[in-house]
């Protein structure tokens, strides 16, 4: 009787374990496909790129000739739209994230403000766009500035900071507090010495990579009507600006007309890489400096 029911077993188990090795296959060629297409995308990209990037690039302003075109313009452009995004987006985001952690009551409000703020970080980038169009560029009179821009695109990245830093705050131990506020600490001097330090390795992370996606956005500047055209270097939130993967976007669509535009693309697409590299390594670093301490 065992021995029938052993044998029952396996073969019931038989087209399970062919349907696991085959989503295991299919997930694995999948990997496989997009990984390749990474590879052929940025061997293509670096090497359209060589004998582009040098000093001249790096330091000159745009201009119609592609021999003497740089992206110094558009790298100040992206400097200073992160002067604005990132103290607007770690101001309101952690401060957010702290209120609905450790101060907002439990109940229907909260969850209905949580549910709003998950739903915000998967609206796609061009409904952003939208609204800063109509609130910072039209209804506020500023225009296609710095100012604009900045703010536009704390918007887009406000959500997936307040969620970061929630979940970062969530994972600090009830025990930390409970000490505390046994030892006669308030509220406030719990979470300032407690809980903030115990958890800036998942707030810091979440920050940086948030801005990591800021500076790769294209689709709210170009609804706000940020241009990729020849212009002054800008000098402060107020001025009129440029950014890199704007400049890449305009680059790639007249290369049609301009065969070299196609190179200057790729070398800004290389230099905008590294810089999203160095700012994830930096992440990486913060976090395991940090959960070393803590």
């Known amino acids: ?24 296959s299919g997930y694995f060629i999948a990997s496989l496909f997009g990984l390749l297409v990474l590879i052929i995308l940025i061997f293509r990209v670096f090497s359209d ?22 992206i110094l313009g558009a790298i100040m452009g992206t400097v200073w739209l992160m002067f604005v995004v990132a103290p607007v987006t770690v101001f309101l985001g952690v401060g957010t994230a702290i209120y609905l ?3 907002a009551k439990k109940g229907r409000i909260r969850d209905i403000i949580q ?17 800063g169009l109509t609130v910072f560029v039209r209804a506020m ?7 604009a821009g900045g703010l536009t695109m704390a918007l887009l990245i406000l959500p997936i900071v ?19 506020y046994g030892m006669g600490a308030t509220k406030w001097q719990t979470v300032k010495r407690i809980v903030i330090p115990a958890a800036i390795p998942g707030i810091l992370t979440g920050v940086i990579l948030s801005l990591s996606r800021a500076i790769g956005e294209t689709a709210p500047l170009v609804v706000i009507g940020i241009p990729a055209l020849i212009m002054p270097i800008p000098e402060g939130v107020f001025d009129k600006f440029t950014v890199m993967p704007m400049q890449i976007y305009y680059w790639t669509i007249d290369s049609v007309l301009v065969e070299e535009y196609a190179n200057l ?7 905008l890489l590294i810089i999203l590299f160095l700012m994830n390594s930096i992440a990486i670093i913060i976090r395991n400096k940090f959960q070393k301490r803590f």
């Open 1 to 24: 009787m065992k021995y029938m029911d052993i044998e029952q077993v396996q073969k019931n188990m038989t087209p399970r374990l062919f349907k696991n090795n085959l989503a295991k």
């Open 115 to 131: 549910t709003n703020i998950a739903n915000l970080a998967g609206v796609p980038s061009v409904v952003f766009g939208i609204l």
């Open 162 to 180: 307040v969620v970061a830093s929630q979940e970062a705050i969530r994972a600090v131990p009830q025990q930390l507090r409970e000490a505390s």
């Open 265 to 271: 693309a790729a070398a800004t697409i290389v230099i």
């Open 101 to 103: 952690e450790e101060y």
């Open 49 to 70: 790129s060589l004998g582009w990037i040098d000093w001249q690039f790096l330091s000159n302003k745009l201009s119609t000739d592609a021999e003497r075109a740089g």
């Open 141 to 147: 009179g500023l225009g296609n500035i710095i100012l």
